[in-house]
């Protein structure tokens, strides 16, 4: 497996809590949160700086369905359903060497 980027969702009241909930992100598969919930879950989006130092992120919306897009780099590795509101602010990067 080509692992570019992993996703977690993490209940952010507990911060002591292991991620609820974590998404590989393969090269040519974007993966797909069916659950987000913005009053109860949080987006951490890993990467690998070794790989890619500083990934150009940016979110789209899912032509009014209520889902949003997030591209790295131009190329779409993630989708969101039920985020109408987010914005790439609610998006926490954290740079983590990735195992593949």
Known sequence: MNVMSEV????????AMPFSGSVAITKGRPAKIEEYDAK???IVFLF???????PKLSLVDGSGS????????????????NAGQMT???????????HT
């Open 8 to 15: 977690n969702v993490a209940v952010n009241e507990l911060v």
């Open 66 to 81: 209520g889902k949003k897009i997030l591209l790295m780099d131009g190329r779409v590795v993630l989708q969101i359903v």
């Open 40 to 42: 109860r879950d949080a």
């Open 48 to 54: 690998d700086p070794a790989r890619n130092p500083s």
């Open 88 to 98: 790439l602010a609610d998006i926490n990067m954290v740079e983590a060497p990735l």
